[in-house]
């Protein structure tokens, strides 16, 4: 008896461990010679500029070393020019508040008060971004994706986010600085991985959809991660002008038409879901229609970095503005969806295989 007491307080003890949601205001500072940790921000303004950021804590091998962090940002303004601001510091050059969401890499900086949030991108002078808005909406969490050696822990941090913001920029150094204002949608993610990417994910797909003129109508968000056996884990809600959430179930997706891209990667142009929430049901087609950008990690880094690497996944980033048709059913009737909405699909592809050199036999 005293052992079955003791198995079922051990199981206890485990059990909050498992089933706990992410922290999302600090990085776990994880020993795994994998870990790697991120905050990714897709932010749009309403003149169509479009700003992504990812703030990274890394370990990495030498001679980068460990506790390493990273934060790379793209501006693409509405004329199609692209901006990247990117910045990696040792521990203690870059840091966090262990008490509350404040999070800094160089002079890049997340922040947040747990309902009014800051991003700020960008060195004194030149090149800088920033964003304000509320936390007002819960994060939507996946569950763990786990493998022999290691997991994934992933959420929408920040779904649904509005707020407003500026920036200044200038792509050219022979030319003038741009600048721009307005209103900003669009939606953030945190991840923590101990194993290559590759190793855990086959691709992982965002739309959120983007508040319109009527703003009575129900806003969709999708995320759908397709983990390296195939399978699916995916967060599907609706949002109402009140700001509540409906979460689906039974959730599946169909990737449709599919365009190859760079690097062996490719990407779908449709995708079509079906869900349920009890008696509701939801079903339509999210379909890519403008393109703001095609991004490779890999591009962005210079030839040493480039070296180190070499054995990592390549992960391609497709950005569209797309459409959507939904079709929401409930006991008071049919209610058709459409707008549009930011979209982001990202593919994975595993590291090349180095090919091994014959010897030649000594006669």
């Known amino acids: 008896m005293k052992l079955i007491k003791l198995v079922i307080v051990f199981l206890i003890c485990l059990l909050p461990f498992s089933i706990q949601a992410m922290d999302h205001t600090k990085p776990l500072m994880l020993k795994d010679k994998y870990y790697k940790e991120y ?41 199609g020019k692209k901006t990247i601001i990117k910045n990696g510091r040792d521990f203690g050059k870059w840091g966090f508040d262990p008490e509350k969401f404040d999070i800094f890499i160089h002079t890049h900086r997340l922040k947040s008060d747990g309902e009014n949030y800051n991003h700020h991108i960008g060195t004194v002078g030149r090149n800088v971004v920033n964003v304000k808005g509320k936390m007002n909406i819960p994060s939507l969490d996946h569950e763990r994706v786990e493998i022999k050696k290691g997991y994934m822990d992933s959420a929408t941090y920040l779904p649904y986010f509005k707020g407003e913001g500026d920036w200044i920029i200038q792509h050219d150094k022979k030319l003038p600085f741009e600048t721009g204002a307005g209103k900003v949608q669009g939606f953030g993610i945190h991840a923590v991985y101990t194993q290559p990417v590759d190793h855990l994910l086959k691709s992982w797909y965002h739309v959120s959809g983007l508040q319109g003129a009527d703003e009575t109508q129900f806003l969709p968000f999708l995320s759908a991660i397709e983990k390296k056996d195939s ?38 142009t449709v995708i079509e879901v079906k869900a349920e929430n009890g008696d509701e049901k939801l079903t339509g087609t999210f379909r890519l229609t403008r393109k703001i950008d095609h991004f490779n990690f890999n591009d962005h880094l210079n030839f040493i970095e480039r070296s180190f690497t070499r054995s990592r996944a390549s992960i391609t980033n497709y950005r569209y503005i797309a459409n959507y048709e939904l079709s929401y059913v409930t006991a008071s009737g049919i209610q058709h969806l459409t707008g549009k909405a930011l979209s982001e699909y990202q593919d994975v592809q595993p590291p090349k295989k180095k090919k091994r050199s014959r010897k030649k036999k000594k006669r």
Do not use: C
């Open 39 to 79: 905050w990714e921000q897709l932010f749009l303004f309403d003149d169509g500029t479009l700003v992504s950021s990812q703030f990274l804590a890394a370990n990495f091998p030498w001679p980068v070393g460990k506790e390493h962090g990273i934060m790379v940002s793209s501006v693409i303004t509405p004329d």
């Open 231 to 268: 399978s699916h884990d995916i967060v599907l809600t609706l949002k109402n002008s009140e700001g509540e959430i409906t979460r689906f179930s039974n959730v599946s997706v169909e990737y449709k038409e599919i365009l190859k891209g760079k690097k062996k990667s490719s990407y779908p």
